[in-house]
């Protein structure tokens, strides 16, 4: 019996390391911008810049990108479709 926990935790634990690692990867993968190349565009048509903080985060800060839409982090599938795939679309979260 303590031979099928242990293998039990294991494998649990196996699983959430290879979830973290792929999903570190992926976040490796989407291009990154920074704030003078943001400052740059902000006011453009072509781009919409969303705040994914979340709601306590974005509530605390008083440090908002001028024009920037707040949307739930949690709730993607609720706001995705809102927004023109054709242009550029800036999330921050900090």
């Known amino acids: 019996m303590y031979n099928k926990s242990l293998l039990i935790r294991l494998t649990i634990m196996t699983s959430l390391f290879l979830f973290a690692a792929s999903f570190a990867a ?3 993968s989407v291009p990154r911008m920074t704030v003078d190349e ?3 565009h902000l006011g453009e048509a ?3 810049v969303l705040d994914v903080r979340s709601g306590g985060d974005w509530a605390r800060s ?3 990108v001028s024009g920037a839409e707040r949307v739930e982090p949690r709730a993607v599938d609720q706001w ?3 927004y023109d ?3 550029m679309i800036v999330l921050y979260c900090a």
Do not use: C, I, P, R
């Open 46 to 48: 072509d781009y919409q």
């Open 38 to 40: 943001l400052k740059v």
């Open 80 to 82: 995705v479709d809102n």
């Open 62 to 64: 008083n440090v908002k």
């Open 85 to 87: 795939k054709e242009k």
């Open 26 to 28: 992926m976040a490796d």
